[in-house]
């Protein structure tokens, strides 16, 4: 399975941006998928992470409210609706999947995706 992550960019304060996640090389439809962020200097932290159904949803204390993760299974893709941003959600995005939500919530990653950028300035 392989994963690419795109849609960063470089965005204020209180603005919004979506990620997007495009998975290619297995069954889509199969793979609890994560959002992990990485800032400078710091750990690799878990953002949210989504199930076959969208009803699974899971977040993090630091995003919840803010961020919604979605999936279009027709196109094997995995979204991240950013809303409301701050300067300290400012990291690399990844994606990863694993083989449940319980285990990406602990990081117990399969594979990774690559990254992309979001900077949010004050």
């Known amino acids: 399975v392989q994963l690419q992550a795109s849609g960063g960019g470089l965005v204020q304060a209180g603005g919004s941006l979506r990620l997007s996640c495009a998975i290619s090389?297995?069954?889509?439809?199969?793979?609890?998928i994560a959002w992990f962020r990485q800032a400078p200097g710091r750990e690799r932290e878990y953002v949210a992470a989504v199930g076959w159904s969208i009803g699974s949803a899971n977040y993090g204390d630091s995003v919840k409210g803010r961020f919604t993760i979605s999936r279009d299974n027709a196109r094997n893709t995995v979204y991240l609706q950013m809303n409301s941003l701050e300067p300290e959600d400012t990291a690399v995005y990844y994606c990863a999947w694993g083989d449940s939500i319980r285990a990406l919530v602990r990081r117990l990653v399969n594979s990774w995706g690559t990254g992309t950028l979001v900077t949010v300035s004050s």
């Open positions: 090389g297995g069954t889509f439809g199969n793979y609890p």
